[in-house]
RNA sequence: GGCGCAUUCGUCUAGCGGUUAGGACGCCGGCCUCUCACGCCGGUAACAGGGGUUCGAUUCCCCUAUGCGCUACCA
C-alpha cells in the first residue's frame, strides 16, 4: 500500500506551532516511507473564514521547510484541495447515505435545539440529539419530510449513530473503544449546503486515497464517528495516529491566550528555521536519545510514528532558546548568518556594511548572544559611534595614572604594520613587561576607550575587526576628554 | 456531569520484568579567563498513590487520584 497523508488545516487565520509539529510529523512520515504529503485547505466553516488565511498557511509552512506534493497551489490527480472548491461534491455522498438508511434530514432551528439540550442539563442527562422528539425525518414521517424539503424548507443530515460499539485501533494509542450511545447524532451536512468536517474530512480522505491520518489529539474522540461513516459507505478505513497534544506551562492546550502560538510570531523572534523544526520534532518523539541536534534528513531516516509518546509536551521557551543557541554556535557558519545581521542592520537605517565586516562581527558575538539579531543591541560600538560610556566601568577601572599608561601604548599600536590580535596582544604584553604592571590596569581601560562597555568579546580580536584606524580614533576621542 | 486519553527529575525525554533509573534544558558550584560568554568538569532533581500478577515490578493488569481533550449546523 502506497503511503499517502495529508494536513488539513483550517484556514481560521495563522498556522498554529501544534498545526506546524502535525504538518511536520506528517512530512517525516511520508517521506520515510516514501509516500506522499498533501495539504488540504478545510474552509467548510462559512463563519470563520479569515481573508488570506490560507496563504499565510502555506507561507509558514515554507519557511519551516515542509514540502507538499499535492497541494492548492501545487494541484494533482485529486485537486484542487480547498474544500470549499469541492462544495457540490458532499452533498451527493449525504444523499447516498440518506438512501442507505444511515443517515436522515432533520429541521430542527438553532433555538430548538439549544432548548432541548437546556432541557437535558435540566434533567441531568447527557445534551445529545433525541432522535425520537425532535423535527426530523423519524417524528415528521416520509410525506412530510418529502413535503418540507420541496418547499426548501432548511435541513440538516444527520448521521444515524448505531448503537454498538466502535472500535478502532490507533498506531500511538492502541485499540480504543467507544459505546456508540455515547455518540450524537452528528450534523453531516448544515443547513447552508457545507458539509461538516467529520463528511467532508472522510469524504475527501477515502477521495485522495489516504492511507494514514496523523492528526492532533483532540481528535480522538470524534475517530468513531469517522470509522461509522467508512463503514457506512463500505470504505477502507485508513490507519489513525493521534499525536500528542503541545501544552502551555499551566499544562494547557497550547493557545493564544498565553504568549506565541504563530509560527510567524517565532520567524519573526529571530529563530533560525531548522533549530525552530528541530525543537518542534522532539516534541513527543525521541529518535536516538543520545543527542539533540538532528538535520531534517536525519529525522526522515530516524522517523518511527509508533514511537510517539502518548502524553502532552509542554513547549518550553527555555530548550528552544537553547536549540537556536546551538545553531548559531556549532551548526551554521558566519558567512551563512550574514543575510540575518544585515537584514537587522537594514532595519535599523544601516546597510554600508560589507558581508566580510559583518562576517568577522558574528564571529565575535556569536558565542554571547541567543539571537543574531541582538548583535546590534550587544554591541553597538560596531556599527556606531560610541554614545556613552559605562559609568560603573569608569568609576572602577580609569584612574588618575590611566591616561599616561594608555597614551605610550596607543602610540605603539600606531606604528604597527600588522595590526591583528595576536600582534596587538603580543605588543601590548611586551609594553606591560617593560614597565612591569599587570595587564588589569590596560586592559579594562583599553576596553572602555574603545568599546564603552563592560562586557563583550576578546579585546584584542574585537580591536582587529575595528581596525586599527578605528582603535587609535577612538582612544584620542577618549583621551581628549579624559587625558 | 458524561465519554475518552494520559501520568519517569521543574521541563523535553531514555527505559520496553532484574539498571547505582540514563541523557538534554534550566538551576547551583568549580575550572578556564582581559569583561561577558563559549567550552570543560561536577552537583541538584523523577518512576502520582494503592492493590494484584511474578522469585522480582518504573516496565504487565485493576482501582483511585490528578491533568488534559471532546461533549456545536467549529475545526
Known sequence: MSVRVRFAPSPTGYLHVGGLR???????????????????????DRTRLVENAADNLIQSMKWAGIEFDESPVLGGDYGPYVQSERFGLYKKYADELIDKGLAYYAFDTGEELTAMREKQQAEK????????????????????????????????????VPMENIKFHDLIRGDVTVNGKDIDDQVLLKSDGFPTYHLANVVDDHLMKISHVIRGEEWLPSTPKHV??????????P???????????????????HGSVAVEDFKNQGYLKDAFVNFIALLGWNPTADRDIYTMDELISL??????????????????????????????????????????????GKDNYSDSYLEEVIKLFKERVSFIQDI???????????????????????????????????????????????????????YLEENEIGFKPVIHPLRLMITGKSVGAGMFETMEVLGKDECIRRMETFLEKHG
Do not use: C
Not at 442527562?125 to 424539503?149: A, V
Not at 591616561?403 to 600588522?418: G, V
Open 22 to 44: 502535525t504538518a511536520l510529523y506528517n512530512y517525516l512520515f511520508a517521506r520515510h516511507n516514501n509516500g506522499k504529503v498533501i495539504l488540504r485547505i478545510e474552509d467548510t
Open 376 to 430: 546590534p543591541d550587544f554591541a553597538p560600538y560596531m556599527f556606531a559611534e560610541i554614545e556613552e560610556y559605562e559609568e560603573k566601568y569608569f568609576n572602577k577601572h580609569w584612574k588618575e595614572t590611566s591616561a599616561d599608561l594608555l597614551r605610550p601604548l596607543m602610540e605603539r599600536f600606531r606604528a604597527m604594520q600588522k595590526f591583528d590580535h595576536e600582534a596587538a596582544h603580543t605588543l601590548t604584553k611586551q
Open 125 to 160: 442527562k447527557d445534551p445529545k440529539y433525541d432522535r425520537d422528539t425532535m423535527r426530523n425525518q423519524f417524528t415528521l414521517g416520509e410525506e412530510e419530510t418529502k413535503k418540507l424539503i420541496d418547499s426548501e424548507t432548511k435541513y440538516v443530515v444527520r448521521l444515524k
Open 239 to 257: 490507519e489513525f495516529a493521534h499525536l500528542p497534544l503541545l501544552l502551555n506551562s499551566k499544562k494547557q492546550k497550547l493557545s493564544k491566550r
Open 303 to 348: 522517523f518511527n510514528i509508533e514511537k510517539v509518546n502518548k502524553g502532552g509536551a509542554i513547549f518550553d521557551l527555555n530548550k528552544l532558546k537553547w536549540f537556536n543557541e546551538q545553531y548559531l554556535r556549532t551548526i551554521f557558519t558566519e558567512k551563512e548568518l550574514v543575510p540575518i545581521l544585515k537584514d537587522t542592520l537594514a532595519d535599523k
Open 228 to 237: 461509522i461513516l467508512y463503514q457506512a459507505f463500505g470504505w477502507d478505513i
